[in-house]
C-alpha cells in the first residue's frame, strides 16, 4: 500500500514525485514511456520561462514561486536547469502579446523596457520589424530545460525512495473505500491517494470528468542560421516571442550550449488535433514552408538549413488556461491537466501545488483560475 501513486511521470508528474517523496511520503510513480522521452510534452531541449505574462496577471505569484523552486532544485542536484538570458515579447501595440504582457508586469510592479521598430533593430538586428512593431524586453526572462529538469526531478524523488516504473501504461483507475485502485498493463496497484498528471492522455484517464482537452499535434525546428549563430548567443539575443499581424504567434532561443543550430516554433499557429496514441512523427515539406515565411520576412538570418524538427503536442482547454484542482467527486485524487502550450515553465511550482492537495486538500497558492467548475457555467 502506498500512500500515493501519481500518474505520469513529464514535467509535472517527476515535479509532483519529487515533492510528495520529500515530504515523506511513500511514492509509486508510473510512465508509459522512458524516462524523459520525446512522446509527450516535455522535450526539444528548451522552454520559455518569463515573469510578464500575457496570458494573465494571475500567473505571476505562480512563476515567482516557479523561479525559487527551479533554484532550489539547482541547488540540490548541481544541475544548470534555468538560463536567464532576457526576453523580448514582439508585436504590433493593439496585439495579445505586448499590452498583455505590459499590464502583467505594471500590475505586479515588474521592471521592464519598451522598444519601438528602430531601437528593437539597433540593438538586436537579427530582426526585421515592421514600422509600428513595438517590444517589450524583460531581463528575468530565459528558458527552462526540459529533460534536464525531468531527469533531475526523477533523481531527487528516487533518492528519497519513491518507487518509479517506466514502460507501464495505466489502463484505468477507481476509487475505492481505502483511496484508489490503479490498474496497468503490468499489475494492479493500490493507494491512500492519486496524482493524475498524464499530458496529452489525461483525457481517457479523466473521461468522466468531461474536461474539454484537445490534443494538438505541435511541431519543433531547427535552422542553421545563414551566416552563423554569433548573433544568435545567448549573450547577443534573449527568447523572444513574435506576435505578426495576421496573430500566428511564433518563438525562438538563442543558440544553446553553442549549438550550431537555433530552435523555433509556432504558438498554436500550426496545432491540427491528434490522437496521441496514433500520432503523425513525420513532418512535412508544407510544414517547413509555413514556418520559413514568418522567419524569411521577419527574422531572415535565421532562415537556413533545417537540421533538426520533432512533433510534440499540446493539451488545451478552451480559454488556454490550465486544470488543477482536487477531484471534485472523489478528495483523494488530484488532477493537473491542459496546460496548453504556456505550461512547462511552472512544472516546479504545479509539482508543489499537487503535494499540497494530495497530503491537505488545499493549497495557499491561488488556483482559482484552473478549477474545472468553469467550463460548467451557463
Not at 534536464?148 to 484505468?172: I, M, N, Q, Y
Not at 496546460?339 to 512544472?347: E, I, L, P, V
Request: aromatic content about 10%; hydrophobic content about 40%.
Amino acid at each position: 500500500m502506498h500512500d500515493a501513486i501519481v500518474v505520469g511521470l513529464g514535467g509535472m508528474g517527476s515535479a509532483a514525485a519529487y515533492h510528495l517523496a520529500a515530504r515523506g511520503e511513500r511514492v509509486l510513480g508510473l510512465e508509459r514511456h522512458a524516462p524523459a522521452h520525446d512522446r509527450g510534452s516535455s522535450h526539444g531541449e528548451s522552454r520559455i520561462i518569463r515573469q510578464a505574462y500575457f496570458e494573465g496577471a494571475e500567473y505571476v505569484p505562480l512563476v515567482w514561486r516557479a523561479y525559487e523552486l527551479w533554484e532550489e532544485l539547482e541547488g540540490e542536484t548541481g544541475e544548470n536547469l534555468v538560463t536567464p538570458c532576457g526576453g523580448l515579447m514582439i508585436g504590433p501595440e493593439d496585439g495579445e502579446l505586448v499590452p498583455g504582457s505590459v499590464a502583467s508586469a505594471d500590475e505586479h510592479g515588474l521592471p521592464y523596457e519598451v522598444l519601438d521598430a528602430s531601437d528593437l533593430r539597433r540593438r538586436f538586428p537579427v530582426f526585421v520589424p515592421d514600422p509600428g512593431t513595438v517590444a517589450l524586453f524583460e531581463k528575468r526572462a530565459g528558458f527552462v530545460r526540459p529533460e534536464r529538469t525531468v531527469k533531475a526531478h526523477l533523481g531527487r524523488a528516487g533518492a528519497l525512495g519513491a518507487d518509479l516504473r517506466f514502460g507501464e501504461p495505466v489502463v484505468s483507475w477507481e476509487a475505492t473505500d481505502s483511496g484508489v485502485r490503479v490498474r496497468t498493463e503490468g499489475g494492479l496497484y493500490e493507494a491512500e491517494r492519486l496524482v493524475v498528471t498524464a499530458g496529452a492522455w489525461a483525457g481517457e484517464l479523466l473521461s468522466e470528468l468531461g474536461l474539454p482537452l484537445e490534443v494538438t499535434r505541435q511541431i519543433l525546428f531547427w535552422f542553421r542560421p545563414r551566416g552563423g549563430t554569433a548573433a544568435f548567443a545567448p549573450k547577443r539575443l534573449p527568447i523572444w516571442i513574435y506576435e505578426p499581424d495576421d496573430g500566428n504567434m511564433f518563438y525562438s532561443f538563442p543558440a544553446v550550449d553553442g549549438a550550431e543550430t537555433v530552435k523555433a516554433a509556432f504558438f498554436r499557429a500550426d496545432g491540427t488535433p491528434a490522437d496521441p496514441n496514433k500520432i503523425d512523427r513525420e513532418v512535412h515539406e508544407d510544414e517547413v514552408g509555413f514556418i520559413r515565411r514568418y522567419l524569411g520576412r521577419h527574422v531572415p538570418s535565421m532562415n537556413g538549413e533545417l537540421v533538426d524538427a520533432k512533433t510534440c503536442m499540446y493539451t488545451n482547454t478552451p480559454d488556454q488556461h490550465f486544470v488543477i484542482c482536487a477531484h471534485p467527486d472523489h478528495p483523494q485524487v488530484a488532477v493537473a491537466a491542459g496546460f496548453s502550450g504556456h505550461g512547462y515553465k511552472f512544472c516546479s511550482v504545479v509539482g508543489e501545488i499537487l503535494a499540497d492537495l494530495s497530503t491537505s486538500g488545499e493549497t495557499r497558492h491561488p488556483i482559482g483560475l484552473f478549477s474545472p467548475s468553469r467550463f460548467l457555467r451557463d
